[in-house]
């Protein structure tokens, strides 16, 4: 009897969380922010400079939403990303006609990067209609390729809630930690600075 009694204890809580909360599949797309290497340069000098530009990126992931009915709720998002980058390496040189600013050789390096960041993402949200809503939050963020580094970004974000199975949002991330000094390896030797980027998401909930 206690144990039949412990049971049906067990399927009411569990049927009462499964109310204050729903999941679903999470798939965006969006742009980096371009980069440039944060090193100042005194002349005259032989230290390579850096110009970076992240390339379009998506991503896809799982959502769980905790208290959707309520004016502020929660979401945590699994997620992997896609996203490429190019950079140019070049040594820059003084120069008289060019107002006294660098400017480049003309000769260099431009190498491409493939960047896959494994993160979850938790955020609180507040609705401001019944259908609109903003949200912050943080992504502890795992780099697996080119190179294993750790990520904390910051996160914004604006969303609608279209339908019952339709949800899009607009996000800001930037990253907080100097992540590209330890992507430093064979012709990328040398860089500094982080990732940020802007991305549009659709939330499809079951």
Avoid at 121 to 130: K, Q, R, V
Avoid at 140 to 164: C, E, H, M, S, W
Avoid at 177 to 196: E, I, T
Wanted: proline share 5%.
């Amino acid at each position: 009897m206690k144990k039949l009694i412990f049971l049906l204890f067990i399927i009411i809580s569990t049927s009462a969380f499964a109310q204050k909360m729903e999941h679903g599949i999470l798939i965006g797309g969006g742009l980096g922010i371009p980069m440039q290497d944060s090193k100042q340069l005194i002349p005259p000098t032989n230290e390579l400079r850096y110009d970076h530009n992240l390339k379009g990126n998506g991503m896809i992931g799982y959502r769980f939403r905790f208290l959707p009915e309520r004016k502020s709720f929660f979401d945590l998002d699994i997620r992997v990303g896609f996203q490429g980058m190019s950079t140019y390496k070049y040594v820059p040189f003084y120069s008289q006609e060019s107002n006294n600013h660098y400017t480049n050789t003309g000769e260099g390096k431009e190498f491409s990067e493939f960047i896959m960041p494994i993160s979850v993402a938790a955020s609180w949200n507040y609705h401001i209609t019944e259908k609109f809503y903003f949200g912050l939050g943080i992504a502890p963020t795992l780099y697996v390729r080119p190179q294993a580094v750790f990520d904390l970004p910051v996160l914004a974000k604006v969303g609608y809630r279209v339908g019952k199975h339709c949800e899009l949002a607009l996000s800001y991330q930037y990253g907080c930690l100097d992540v590209l000094k330890h992507f430093n390896k064979g012709a990328a030797n040398g860089r500094k600075g982080h990732f940020s980027d802007i991305m549009v998401s659709v939330y499809i909930p079951f």
